[in-house]
């Protein structure tokens, strides 16, 4: 026969093994599904300090913010583009509008950037800046768009006078 001791040492290690496994079944019940994000701040890299008014032909600069949560490592491609109000992306359709600036860049899981994206617009008017994220998969070399974007509204003026 089993001595107590023995049997204790056993139950303990059934009722540990038991709690890792249910705490795993509910580790992996709890992940969910994966997502990527993308974000615009302004010249500060903050939230809301956009500027509104940019003078034709002059540089400024603003952040793009990217985060990983896919649960594998992922190679974005963050391509800007110059539209307007018949251009807008949706979850689906990335927009028409015409490409002007492409950042790419690697991020593990659960990893985050911060990238600064200098622009210079000549045209001059309202214009849409549209920033769409796209990726490439480990099955083929095609990028694919995420259904994920951010955008702008700019007033571009004339070069000032003085």
Same mark, same amino acid.
């Given at each position: 026969m089993i001595d107590d001791e023995v049997m204790a040492v056993i139950l303990a290690i059934m009722v540990v093994a038991g709690v890792v496994g249910y705490a795993s079944i509910l580790r992996e019940s709890w992940?969910?599904?994966?997502? =990527?994000?993308?974000?615009?701040?302004?010249?500060?890299?903050?939230?809301?300090?956009?500027?509104?008014?940019?003078?034709?032909?002059? =540089?400024f600069r603003l952040w793009v913010f990217v985060a990983n949560y896919e649960g594998r490592i992922m190679y974005y491609s963050v391509i800007v583009k110059l539209g307007n109000e018949s251009s807008i992306p949706n979850s689906t359709a990335p927009s028409i509008a015409d490409e002007i600036k492409r950042v790419e860049l690697i991020l593990p899981s659960g990893g985050n950037a911060t990238l600064p994206i200098d622009l210079?617009?000549?045209?001059?008017?309202?214009?849409?800046?549209?920033?769409?994220?796209?990726?490439?998969?480990?099955?083929?070399?095609?990028?694919?768009? =995420?259904?994920?974007?951010a955008h702008l509204w700019l007033n571009v003026t004339g070069v000032p006078r003085g």
């Open positions: 992940v969910g599904e994966g997502f =990527s994000a993308i974000g615009i701040l302004g010249p500060e890299k903050r939230i809301g300090d956009y500027p509104r008014e940019v003078v034709a032909g002059q =540089s210079n617009i000549t045209r001059v008017g309202r214009v849409l800046l549209i920033f769409e994220l796209w990726y490439y998969t480990s099955d083929s070399l095609d990028l694919h768009y =995420s259904g994920k974007w």
